[in-house]
């Protein structure tokens, strides 16, 4: 059904100054995610073509932990492999998904954004249901997390919020 709501390629330029890349990262019969030797070389390639656009992946899972979410292991197994490729290529955001947890790691112009979850009526920690919002603009992605039916706050004052209650 995604790809019928969806159809998005898996490299998709949507103008002169933005391109959206998708990588698959589901594996049968397995929670865990993996992007594999072949897709991370496709990666690569693909990503060093588009060197004066701004760049976005999309994945399911996520490549680096989430706190409070009960897992702190690396969502996608071979992270380590495809961090290097995005930070080598100059990759501006990564889209995951997954725990349904809204979150941000920057890495400088690297900004890794997992999205929450607009539907569920399961709580996540502290936050509601959220889904985000990308405004890009001379160069800069600026992520903001729209509370359904509520607030939209940059998604880096939340993030320093939950650091300083986390410190109490």
């Not at 999309?58 to 897992?71: C, E, N």
């Not at 380590?80 to 501006?92: A, E, F, N, P, Q």
């Amino acid at each position: 059904m995604f790809k019928k709501f969806f159809p998005f390629e898996a490299i998709n330029e949507l103008d002169d100054d933005i391109v959206l890349v998708t990588v698959g990262t589901a594996r049968p019969d397995r929670n865990n995610g993996e992007v594999g030797y072949r897709q991370n070389l496709w990666l690569e390639r693909t990503m060093k073509k588009y060197k004066d656009k701004i760049k976005i992946i999309a994945m399911h899972h996520h490549l680096i932990p989430i706190p409070d979410t009960g897992s702190d292991q690396l969502i996608v197994v071979d992270a380590g492999d495809v961090l290097r490729t995005i930070l080598d290529t100059k990759v501006d955001v990564v889209l995951c998904g997954y725990k349904h947890r809204p979150w941000a790691w920057n890495f400088g112009k690297l900004t890794v954004v997992n999205a929450g979850t607009a539907t569920s009526e399961r709580l996540r920690g502290l936050f509601e249901n959220t889904y985000n919002i990308l405004t890009i603009s001379n160069k800069k992605v600026q992520v903001d997390l729209k509370i359904v039916g509520g607030k939209r706050l940059p998604i880096d004052e939340i993030m320093n919020a939950y650091s300083q209650f986390d410190d109490e």
